[in-house]
Protein backbone atom coordinates (compact mmCIF):
# COMPACT_ATOMS: atom_id res chain seq x y z
CA UNK A 1 0.00 0.00 0.00
CA UNK A 2 0.96 3.60 -0.28
CA UNK A 3 3.32 5.13 2.49
CA UNK A 4 3.45 8.96 3.27
CA UNK A 5 6.67 10.39 5.12
CA UNK A 6 6.24 13.74 6.80
CA UNK A 7 8.99 15.96 8.00
CA UNK A 8 9.82 17.61 9.83
CA UNK A 9 7.58 17.02 12.90
CA UNK A 10 8.11 19.64 14.50
CA UNK A 11 8.77 23.52 12.99
CA UNK A 12 9.22 26.90 14.77
CA UNK A 13 9.56 30.04 12.76
CA UNK A 14 9.66 33.79 13.64
CA UNK A 15 6.61 35.94 12.84
CA UNK A 16 6.97 36.70 9.00
CA UNK A 17 9.19 34.38 8.03
CA UNK A 18 8.43 31.37 5.57
CA UNK A 19 7.44 28.10 6.75
CA UNK A 20 8.72 24.86 4.58
CA UNK A 21 6.80 21.12 5.26
CA UNK A 22 7.60 18.06 2.78
CA UNK A 23 6.38 14.48 2.06
CA UNK A 24 7.00 11.90 0.00
CA UNK A 25 4.99 8.68 -1.07
CA UNK A 26 6.01 5.78 -2.81
CA UNK A 27 2.75 4.98 -4.49
CA UNK A 28 3.45 6.24 -8.44
CA UNK A 29 -0.29 6.06 -9.28
CA UNK A 30 -1.00 8.24 -6.47
CA UNK A 31 -2.62 11.27 -8.65
CA UNK A 32 -4.22 13.88 -5.73
CA UNK A 33 -2.49 15.38 -2.69
CA UNK A 34 -4.52 17.53 -0.03
CA UNK A 35 -2.97 19.26 2.65
CA UNK A 36 -4.94 19.86 6.01
CA UNK A 37 -4.86 22.41 8.72
CA UNK A 38 -5.63 21.26 12.29
CA UNK A 39 -5.94 23.54 15.35
CA UNK A 40 -6.24 22.33 18.72
CA UNK A 41 -9.65 21.37 19.75
CA UNK A 42 -10.79 21.00 15.90
CA UNK A 43 -10.80 18.62 12.97
CA UNK A 44 -8.61 19.06 10.27
CA UNK A 45 -9.28 21.78 7.50
CA UNK A 46 -8.52 21.52 4.18
CA UNK A 47 -6.06 24.39 2.92
CA UNK A 48 -5.29 23.42 -0.18
CA UNK A 49 -4.43 20.25 -2.77
CA UNK A 50 -2.28 19.76 -6.13
CA UNK A 51 -3.43 16.89 -8.57
CA UNK A 52 -1.01 15.54 -10.68
CA UNK A 53 -1.22 17.06 -13.37
CA UNK A 54 0.06 20.32 -12.05
CA UNK A 55 3.28 21.03 -10.96
CA UNK A 56 2.89 23.85 -8.08
CA UNK A 57 -0.70 25.76 -6.77
CA UNK A 58 -0.70 28.72 -4.96
CA UNK A 59 -3.34 30.45 -2.75
CA UNK A 60 -2.76 33.92 -1.34
CA UNK A 61 -0.06 32.61 1.19
CA UNK A 62 0.61 29.40 0.64
CA UNK A 63 1.27 27.30 -1.92
CA UNK A 64 2.09 23.70 -2.35
CA UNK A 65 4.28 22.38 -5.21
CA UNK A 66 4.73 18.85 -6.52
CA UNK A 67 7.64 16.82 -8.25
CA UNK A 68 5.93 13.73 -9.43
CA UNK A 69 9.43 12.03 -10.54
CA UNK A 70 10.97 12.34 -7.20
CA UNK A 71 7.16 11.46 -5.64
CA UNK A 72 7.21 14.14 -3.44
CA UNK A 73 5.84 17.03 -2.56
CA UNK A 74 5.74 20.28 -0.46
CA UNK A 75 3.78 23.05 1.42
CA UNK A 76 5.35 26.69 1.63
CA UNK A 77 3.65 29.23 3.99
CA UNK A 78 4.88 32.61 3.35
CA UNK A 79 4.96 36.03 5.60
CA UNK A 80 3.85 33.52 8.52
CA UNK A 81 1.67 34.74 11.19
CA UNK A 82 0.93 33.35 14.78
CA UNK A 83 -2.74 31.78 12.99
CA UNK A 84 -0.78 29.29 11.33
CA UNK A 85 0.36 27.76 14.45
CA UNK A 86 -1.22 24.32 13.99
CA UNK A 87 -0.70 20.62 13.52
CA UNK A 88 -0.58 20.40 9.01
CA UNK A 89 -1.12 16.82 7.63
CA UNK A 90 -0.45 15.77 4.07
CA UNK A 91 -1.99 13.25 2.54
CA UNK A 92 -1.63 11.06 -0.70
CA UNK A 93 -4.65 9.66 -2.31
CA UNK A 94 -5.34 6.54 -5.25
CA UNK A 95 -7.96 4.19 -5.85
CA UNK A 96 -10.52 5.38 -3.36
CA UNK A 97 -7.87 5.20 -0.20
CA UNK A 98 -6.15 8.47 0.80
CA UNK A 99 -2.73 8.06 2.97
CA UNK A 100 -2.01 10.82 5.63
CA UNK A 101 1.86 11.59 6.75
CA UNK A 102 2.13 11.88 10.28
CA UNK A 103 2.13 15.22 10.85
CA UNK A 104 3.83 18.76 11.50
CA UNK A 105 3.52 20.90 14.26
CA UNK A 106 4.10 24.58 13.09
CA UNK A 107 4.86 27.24 15.77
CA UNK A 108 5.18 30.37 14.80
CA UNK A 109 6.53 32.82 17.50
CA UNK A 110 5.38 36.45 17.87
CA UNK B 1 -18.38 27.38 11.37
CA UNK B 2 -18.04 23.18 10.45
CA UNK B 3 -20.44 21.85 8.27
CA UNK B 4 -19.95 18.57 9.82
CA UNK B 5 -21.43 18.12 13.16
CA UNK B 6 -20.08 16.01 15.80
CA UNK B 7 -21.76 14.44 19.02
CA UNK B 8 -20.94 13.95 21.72
CA UNK B 9 -17.76 16.13 22.03
CA UNK B 10 -16.45 13.81 24.53
CA UNK B 11 -17.63 10.40 26.01
CA UNK B 12 -15.85 8.01 28.75
CA UNK B 13 -17.15 4.70 28.84
CA UNK B 14 -16.23 1.09 30.54
CA UNK B 15 -15.40 -1.54 28.32
CA UNK B 16 -18.48 -3.03 28.88
CA UNK B 17 -20.35 -0.55 28.03
CA UNK B 18 -22.20 0.38 24.42
CA UNK B 19 -22.55 3.87 23.42
CA UNK B 20 -23.10 5.53 20.06
CA UNK B 21 -21.22 8.84 18.27
CA UNK B 22 -22.93 10.52 15.89
CA UNK B 23 -22.17 13.07 12.92
CA UNK B 24 -24.26 15.02 10.71
CA UNK B 25 -22.92 16.65 7.98
CA UNK B 26 -25.11 19.91 6.31
CA UNK B 27 -23.16 20.01 3.19
CA UNK B 28 -25.27 18.56 0.53
CA UNK B 29 -22.46 15.65 0.31
CA UNK B 30 -22.78 12.53 -0.75
CA UNK B 31 -19.75 10.07 0.89
CA UNK B 32 -19.61 10.56 4.81
CA UNK B 33 -16.46 8.72 6.84
CA UNK B 34 -15.24 7.87 10.00
CA UNK B 35 -11.16 8.38 10.69
CA UNK B 36 -9.72 7.33 13.99
CA UNK B 37 -7.11 9.47 15.26
CA UNK B 38 -4.16 7.99 17.41
CA UNK B 39 -1.52 10.45 19.14
CA UNK B 40 2.03 9.84 16.93
CA UNK B 41 0.20 7.84 14.24
CA UNK B 42 -1.65 8.57 10.82
CA UNK B 43 -4.94 9.73 10.60
CA UNK B 44 -6.58 5.74 10.05
CA UNK B 45 -9.49 5.41 7.78
CA UNK B 46 -12.10 3.38 9.39
CA UNK B 47 -15.19 3.49 7.04
CA UNK B 48 -16.67 4.95 4.07
CA UNK B 49 -20.29 5.37 2.98
CA UNK B 50 -21.27 6.69 -0.82
CA UNK B 51 -24.76 7.54 -0.82
CA UNK B 52 -25.45 6.01 2.27
CA UNK B 53 -24.14 2.64 1.57
CA UNK B 54 -20.82 1.14 2.77
CA UNK B 55 -18.46 1.35 -0.02
CA UNK B 56 -15.50 0.26 2.77
CA UNK B 57 -14.53 -1.11 5.90
CA UNK B 58 -11.08 -0.65 6.53
CA UNK B 59 -10.42 -4.07 8.21
CA UNK B 60 -11.77 -2.90 11.78
CA UNK B 61 -12.82 -4.96 14.56
CA UNK B 62 -16.59 -5.64 14.54
CA UNK B 63 -16.98 -3.92 17.98
CA UNK B 64 -16.93 -0.99 15.91
CA UNK B 65 -20.33 -1.21 13.89
CA UNK B 66 -21.41 1.87 11.35
CA UNK B 67 -24.97 3.08 10.26
CA UNK B 68 -25.81 5.19 7.69
CA UNK B 69 -29.52 5.78 7.57
CA UNK B 70 -29.88 8.90 5.09
CA UNK B 71 -26.80 10.44 3.32
CA UNK B 72 -26.61 13.57 5.92
CA UNK B 73 -26.23 11.12 8.93
CA UNK B 74 -23.51 9.03 9.79
CA UNK B 75 -23.51 6.92 13.20
CA UNK B 76 -20.73 5.01 15.22
CA UNK B 77 -21.76 2.12 17.51
CA UNK B 78 -19.62 1.11 19.92
CA UNK B 79 -19.68 -1.96 22.35
CA UNK B 80 -17.35 -3.90 24.08
CA UNK B 81 -14.42 -1.59 23.66
CA UNK B 82 -10.65 -2.03 24.76
CA UNK B 83 -8.10 0.74 26.39
CA UNK B 84 -6.26 0.90 22.69
CA UNK B 85 -9.84 2.31 21.48
CA UNK B 86 -8.86 5.24 23.20
CA UNK B 87 -8.30 8.05 20.32
CA UNK B 88 -10.09 10.47 18.75
CA UNK B 89 -13.04 9.83 15.88
CA UNK B 90 -13.78 12.24 13.13
CA UNK B 91 -16.22 12.30 11.00
CA UNK B 92 -15.45 13.54 7.54
CA UNK B 93 -17.98 14.02 4.34
CA UNK B 94 -17.02 15.05 0.56
CA UNK B 95 -18.99 16.29 -2.51
CA UNK B 96 -17.66 13.40 -4.65
CA UNK B 97 -17.53 9.60 -4.10
CA UNK B 98 -13.86 9.44 -4.55
CA UNK B 99 -12.84 8.72 -1.09
CA UNK B 100 -11.10 12.62 -0.65
CA UNK B 101 -12.86 13.95 2.25
CA UNK B 102 -13.18 17.61 2.13
CA UNK B 103 -14.85 18.67 5.51
CA UNK B 104 -14.05 16.94 9.29
CA UNK B 105 -16.07 17.65 11.83
CA UNK B 106 -14.23 18.59 15.46
CA UNK B 107 -14.58 15.11 16.56
CA UNK B 108 -15.46 12.62 19.61
CA UNK B 109 -12.58 12.33 22.56
CA UNK B 110 -13.44 8.99 23.39
CA UNK B 111 -11.60 7.20 26.58
CA UNK B 112 -12.02 4.14 27.75
CA UNK B 113 -12.03 3.37 31.01
Same mark, same amino acid.
Given at each position: ? #? ?13 ? /? ?8 ? /? ?10 ? #? ?8 ? /? ?8 ? /? ?51 | ?113
Amino acid at each position: G #ENVEQHPSTLSVQEG /DSAVIKCTYS /DSASNYFPWYKQ #ELGKGPQLII /DIRSNVGEKK /DQRIAVTLNKTAKHFSLHITETQPEDSAVYFCAAHRSYQLTFGKGTKLSVIP | ETGVTQTPRHLVMGMTNKKSLKCEQHLGHNAMYWYKQSAKKPLELMFVYNFKEQTENNSVPSRFSPECPNSSHLFLHLHTLQPEDSALYLCASSQGTGGQPQHFGDGTRLSIL
